[in-house]
Every structure is written in C-alpha cells, then in structure tokens.
C-alpha cells in the first residue's frame, strides 16, 4: 500500500498549531514505513532540512504550482502518475477530482463563529474547500469532540464518517535545560500562541491591567510568531501603559520555550475558539499551573485540571489569575492534575489511530 500525505504544513521553519501536527505525523509515518506500507509526501517546494528524511519506503514529491496548489496542480499530479492507494491531508483542504480516496482532518471551525477575525481570502477557502474536504472524504479526523459536533452542525456531515483522534503533545519539550532571556524576569505570567485576532491577547492585556493593580511585580510574557491582524495588539499595550510590563519574545525555540514553561507563575490560554489546544497539555507536562478559556475543546483537553474563565469577560479572567497565583494549595492542586492529564495523549496513540483510518479507506 502506497499513501499520499500534503506535507506543506511541516514545511516551515517555526513550527506551531497545525504544523506542529503535521510534522509529528510525518515522522511516525516515517518511522513505521515499510514494505508494506510506504508513503509519498506532497509538497510545493523542496523538504527542510528538519523533516524527516527520505529512504525506499518515505519519499518527497515536489509539485509546483504558484496558486490554488491544492485545488488545480496536486489533483492534476495525482490524475497522471496514480501510484497511490489512498491520499491523507493534514488540515482542512484535500486535493479536487482526486482520482483515489481521501481523509482529511479537521482541526476548528473557528472561522464559522468568527469570521470577522480572518482575512477574507483565508475566510474563503475556509468555507468552501473545508466543506468540500468534509463532503468528498472517506473519513473525516476531528483532533476534539467539540470540533466533531461542529462538523455534523455546521457542514451537515454524517456522524459515523467522522473519526475523534486527540493531538498528542512534545514530550522532549524541556529536556535541555535553557537560559530565560536576559529581559525576562520572575515572577511571570506566560502566553504562548501566534499573534491574532481570535487568541484574544487584547482581552488578555486588558486583564492583566487588572491583575497587576494587585500583583504590580509580575510580568506578562508573550511568546509567538505574529499572524495577521496583530497591530492592534502593540497598540493596546501602548493604551493600557504596559510597555515596561508586557515582554514580546517572538517566536522561541523549543528549548527555551521549555524553560519559560518551567518558570512561569501561571500560564494562560485566553483563546475565543481552540479546536484543541496544544500549549496547555505542554504546559500541564512541565508543571506550569493552567487557565484557560471555557469555549471551544479547552475544557475538554484540559478537564479538571485547568481554571475556566468566560474569554470575553476581563474582569473574570484576571479574577482566575489572581486566584491562582496567590494561592500555593490551587497551583499545587493544578500541577498534580496537569500531570495526571496529559498521560491520556501522546504523538505515537495520534499516528497509530490515523494511519489505522487512512488504510481503512484505501483502496
């Protein structure tokens, strides 16, 4: 059996979300191909030098084309050579007219709930290849059982088309010790994600004001590469007089990203819609104490061991915060059940049910 995976979202050099997804699947995928199962992965450009590397059972095919990849040149490769028995896509888009079956997973249906936090020609693809992946697919992966239910609502998808396989999380995440940035200083409050709109760092900014009224020592460190729309973000800093307070690393590598987990008072997922929610099992793994948003799949991920708070209501979210950090039994109480949580995911349980799905629809 020979299966095609879009490998494009690993193909990047800072890695987060979805990529991070996929960059794990692939190296499962390598990891366990063989004779028997071997595997041709799709890409626009040549591979990086972090993906996994090509032997007889795992190869790269580079396919050019300079817009809708997708939709027009991948379907168009797959038509000419049909060497492959079945075609998996990591997130959201499959390849139109595919002459073999597909699986697709599906990680959110955020843009339905906000439209108006996505570029309109995101927001476009989004609604009309998304359904079209979900419609035309032998299986659909949902990474939550949140985002399940919001496939049957929203794309009318049949329930027993849809298969439920949790993210794993980076286990090695903090195995090399690290330095903490020469500017980042105890105590501190920690927010890893990329900078846009529905991560609601603004909300998060605006209650950390709050919070700081009482707890004027700490700091808020936000640690992510900027999206789009993040302008907005550096101005309400600016608004709320936090420049000394606020410290923006940009995009950190997994070393000190570990660390900083290691050393945060508190870390805090403001998200208004995450279809999984990979930081907080990160956070749980390294003992960092979690709040997070009461929307989306968060509570279902994180269950009883997180703080909830309404995402849109400020004055809630730094009412959790203070909570938890002046109060050592709570944080004790968090870090035991964090630990407790994220034995219930890892990258290999996530590849093996995949892999399982995907030669189910083989044909």
């Known amino acids: 059996m020979r299966i095609g995976v879009d490998g494009n979202e690993a193909n990047v050099e800072n890695k987060v979300g979805s990529s991070i997804y996929t960059f794990e699947l692939l190296s499962y995928f390598k990891s366990v191909s063989s004779k028997d199962t071997s595997f041709i992965i799709y890409l626009r450009q040549l591979p990086n030098q972090h993906l996994p590397k090509e032997d007889k059972y795992f190869q790269y095919r580079v396919v050019k084309g300079p817009f809708y990849w997708s939709q027009i040149f991948l379907p168009l490769n797959l038509l000419l050579n049909r060497d ?46 998304t359904q079209h992946a979900a419609a035309s697919s032998c299986k659909v992966i949902t990474v939550s059982q949140n985002t399940a239910d919001d496939v049957i609502k929203f794309l009318k998808i049949d329930r027993s088309k849809i298969k439920v396989v949790y993210n794993g999380f980076r286990t090695s995440l903090g195995e090399n010790n690290s330095s903490l940035p020469k500017n980042m200083s105890k105590p501190f409050i920690l927010f890893v994600g990329t900078l846009q709109p529905r991560k609601n760092v603004a909300r998060l900014l605006q209650a950390f004001s709050i919070f700081k009224k009482k707890n004027p020592k700490y700091h808020l460190v936000i640690a992510g590469k900027k999206g789009w729309m993040f302008e907005k973000i550096f101005e309400k800093v600016k608004e709320l007089e936090l420049e000394d307070s606020v410290i923006f690393t940009g995009f950190v590598d997994d070393n000190v990203l570990g660390t900083m987990y290691k050393n945060a008072s508190l870390f805090v997922l403001p998200g208004l819609y995450e279809g999984f929610g990979l930081p907080v099992l990160e956070a749980m793994h390294l003992g960092c104490p979690v709040a997070t948003s009461n929307t989306g799949a968060l509570p279902e991920i994180a269950g009883p061991a997180a703080k909830y708070f309404d995402p849109t209501n400020t004055g809630e979210m730094a009412q959790v915060m203070n909570q938890i950090v002046n109060n050592a039994k709570i944080k004790q109480d968090l870090v035991k059940k964090g630990r407790s949580q994220v034995k219930k995911f890892s990258w290999e349980k996530c590849g093996q049910n995949t892999l399982d799905i995907i030669k189910r629809c083989a044909k």
């Open 84 to 129: 492959i028995n079945v075609f998996f896509s990591p997130a959201h888009y499959v390849p139109r007219f595919s002459p073999v079956p597909t699986v697709v997973t599906i990680h959110d249906l955020g843009y339905i709930y906000y439209p108006n936090e996505y570029l309109r020609k995101d927001l476009y693809k989004l609604n009309n290849w």
